[in-house]
């Protein structure tokens, strides 16, 4: 059971997990916060996915210091898990940030138009 | 009860699709392509220890300037979109104080995030970490402060002079790069210096901060905001 679940695998189904419960929350929940919040929860099961597809088994992070020298006889190649999904998880959270604020802010204007957060009482372009 | 099915549906094409990927996955053995490439000549060619940041300010660097970009235009469209009307610019609301152990604690606490914010920042090439994360844990100083005081009027020249001179130098170290070293935003027309120190790796120390002050700026400005439109009427 041990080798079968290995690292990378538990990331991937704690990030499978987590879009889950986040495409779940978007579609049946009715309150614009809780909308907001299953985005965000959607957005961090996509960061883990990323993050888990750089994992390579038994290697460390990409910052080189003495220990990684050490570990590799100063052959980094062999030491190190792939930067390049980090780098873009960086840059994924940040946009998300971006998006999560301006989410917040348009419910704070819904919320002074209709003194309410329920999604059903927006109705205004429905017909 | 029809929706309530469709949600199902929706949910159990995506199980079915993830259990797919999940089954026929393999973690890599090795390193492949450009991350290979980074690992074996990022230290040489970049000089910072963190390869992440390497990535992250010099590889791609045009990508870092475009994450700026957003979080501006972020920061801009929420200032835009939660303006105040002028009677409710000039409407004092005086809040309720809030406790002494949270005000105590805020004037010891608030120095230390900062600090600690600025050391992200500046050891971004070495320690886990870089400009954007520093620059929100300034920020989450700046929460604090709003909350043991929420009466408090954040500085809004302040923040507007420091996150457009950041982002000015920002732009004039990546052109400098064109000129100087080989192309925009490469970090070399500095000299690497010693690999593992403080003032290490060219100008991605500099970049970063630049990065951390406006990322910190940018975010104090969008609670600045939020903090006002509770005048709104």
């Given amino acids: ?127 | 009860m029809i929706k309530n099915s469709l949600i199902a549906l929706v949910l159990a094409s995506f199980v079915f699709m993830f259990y797919h990927l999940y089954m026929s996955y393999e973690p890599k053995t090795e390193l492949s392509g450009i991350a290979a490439h980074y690992a074996e000549h990022g230290a040489a060619e970049v000089g910072a220890a963190n390869l992440v940041t390497a990535v992250v300010v010099t590889y791609r660097g045009f990508d870092t300037m475009g994450e700026v970009t957003i979080l501006f235009l972020t920061a801009s469209i929420i200032s835009f979109f939660l303006k105040l009307s002028k009677k409710d610019e000039e409407k004092v609301i005086v809040h309720r104080g809030t406790s002494e152990l949270l005000v105590t604690a805020s004037q010891i606490l608030i120095p230390i995030i900062f600090l600690f914010g600025i050391y992200v920042f500046i050891n971004g090439h070495l320690t886990p970490g870089g400009g954007f994360q520093g620059g929100a844990i300034i920020a989450s100083g700046i929460v604090l402060s709003i909350m043991a005081n929420p009466n408090r009027e954040i500085n809004h020249h302040a923040i507007l002079w420091i996150e457009s001179i950041s982002g000015i130098f920002f732009v004039i170290i990546g052109i400098l790069g064109i000129f100087l070293a080989g192309g925009f935003l490469d970090n070399r027309f500095i000299s690497l210096g010693e690999f593992g120190d403080l003032f290490s790796a060219g100008a991605i120390p500099i970049i970063y901060s630049l990065i951390g002050l406006k990322v910190g700026a940018e975010i104090s400005n969008i609670l600045n905001r939020y903090q006002k439109s509770q005048k709104e009427s």
Avoid: C
């Fill in chain 1, 1 to 127: 059971m041990m080798e079968y679940l290995n690292l990378g695998k538990i990331s991937l189904l704690i990030g499978f997990i987590l879009i889950l419960i986040g495409f779940w929350g978007l579609l049946s929940q009715k309150n614009i916060i809780k909308i907001i919040v299953s985005f965000t929860i959607l957005e961090t099961g996509i960061n883990i996915l990323i993050v888990a597809l750089g994992w390579i088994k038994g290697r460390t992070a990409p910052i080189i210091d003495d220990s990684v020298e050490q570990m590799a006889n100063h052959n980094v190649l062999n030491t190190i898990v792939d930067p390049v999904p980090q780098a873009l998880v960086l840059t994924a959270i940040v946009i998300g940030f971006g998006v999560t604020a301006l989410l917040l802010a348009y419910a704070m204007k819904l919320f002074r138009a209709k003194r309410t957060l329920e999604i059903n009482k927006f109705n205004d372009l429905k017909w």
